[in-house]
T-cell receptor, first 114, second 111 residues
Framework: DGGITQSPKYLFRKEGQNVTLSCEQNLNHDAMYWYRQDPGQGLRLIYYSQIVNDFQKGDIAEGYSVSREKKESFPLTVTSAQKNPTAFYLC?????????????FGPGTRLTVL | QKEVEQNSGPLSVPEGAIASLNCTYSDRGSQSFFWYRQYSGKSPELIMFIYSNGDKEDGRFTAQLNKASQYVSLLIRDSQPSDSATYLCAVRAQYGNKLVFGAGTILRVKS
């Protein structure tokens, strides 16, 4: 089955801890993205990567970090510097060279800070 | 002004009716336009995309694009209770892979 997997589905963190959210895709897509969604709001872009070993900040990158060491993997670390990390985190991917470049989403990780 | 605007709703329609969802965008250079459906607690699912002026039909769904008016809409014919969800409009700028999302419109189809 081709698709995007995210783990864990639910994650609980104590204040002051860093946590890493996993995102893996086997679609052979070049580009990968991380979004954050808060209740009743749309998706806000955290980081994106168009190629291995390269990534760019999105609109709300402060308090987050990413790496792209492999084409299929794009983990997101939520650091203790992120003031309000409780949210629904979505990973997406797209074919970088496609004219339309539609994005496909993983199932998401719901992070709660205790 | 937000880059992508949608009426938050909820939009309530009876079963079998046509649901009309609207979206406006501010960047005139925008190239591609997407409609995603998101059920509560789930991730967004791509329904349709459109990049040329006019209409694009796929089953019960029709996307309409008017670049001059910077307006894109989604029509759902013969609405079903299973269509009840939040519909997100997303716009890709002229250059790059980034999408900008609207806040979404809640649709409720009543049986």
């Amino acid at each position: 089955d081709g698709g995007i997997t995210q783990s864990p589905k639910y994650l609980f963190r104590k204040e002051g801890q860093n946590v890493t959210l996993s995102c893996e895709q086997n679609l052979n897509h070049d580009a990968m993205y991380w979004y954050r969604q808060d209740p009743g709001q749309g998706l806000r872009l955290i980081y994106y990567s168009q190629i291995v070993n390269d990534f760019q900040k999105g609109d709300i990158a402060e308090g987050y970090s990413v790496s792209r060491e492999k084409k299929e993997s794009f983990p997101l670390t939520v650091t203790s510097a992120q003031k309000n990390p409780t949210a629904f985190y979505l990973c997406a991917s797209s074919i970088g060279t496609s004219t339309v470049r539609q994005q496909f989403f993983g199932p998401g990780t719901r992070l709660t800070v205790l | 002004q937000k880059e992508v605007e949608q009426n938050s709703g909820p939009l309530s329609v009876p079963e079998g009716a046509i649901a009309s969802l609207n979206c406006t965008y501010s960047d005139r250079g925008s190239q591609s336009f997407f409609w995603y459906r998101q059920y509560s607690g789930k991730s967004p699912e791509l329904i349709m995309f459109i990049y040329s002026n006019g209409d694009k039909e796929d089953g019960r769904f029709t996307a309409q694009l008017n670049k001059a008016s910077q307006y894109v809409s989604l029509l759902i014919r013969d609405s079903q209770p299973s269509d009840s969800a939040t519909y997100l409009c997303a716009v890709r700028a002229q250059y790059g892979n980034k999408l900008v999302f609207g806040a979404g419109t809640i649709l409720r189809v009543k049986s």
